[in-house]
């Protein structure tokens, strides 16, 4: 089992920067991909970012040359750099993870096994 906590959200001006944390515990060897995910208001969560244990990454649309993932692997711990931040960037911010590695080709919601609690980004 994993354990998924998230961290850094907080409330910005449009054009700022965030950076969110997750730090992983428990059987984290087990896994392939951990990626970030959103939930606005009224909307459904949407695969943000991936990154799978092979290096490679995956990017929503909307946020491709603005968001960031990476991760340090001697902390156990997944990043997400979020710069230019809009308001429709605002929502509630999900560490996901999955032993399985296709996780990470499809940023889909189903894929991906263990969850974090979210962690909340304002963008005004």
Known sequence: HVQLVESGGGSVQAGGSLRLS????????????????????GKEREGVAGLGSDGITAYANSVKGRFTISQDNAKNTLYLQMNSLKPEDTALYYCAAN??????????????????????????
């Open 22 to 41: 997750c730090k992983a515990a428990g059987d984290t060897d087990s896994i392939s991909c951990m990626g970030w995910f959103r939930q606005g208001p």
């Open 99 to 124: 032993p399985d590695g296709i996780a990470c080709r499809t940023l889909l919601e189903r894929d991906f096994g263990y969850w974090g609690q979210g962690t909340q980004v304002t963008v005004s």
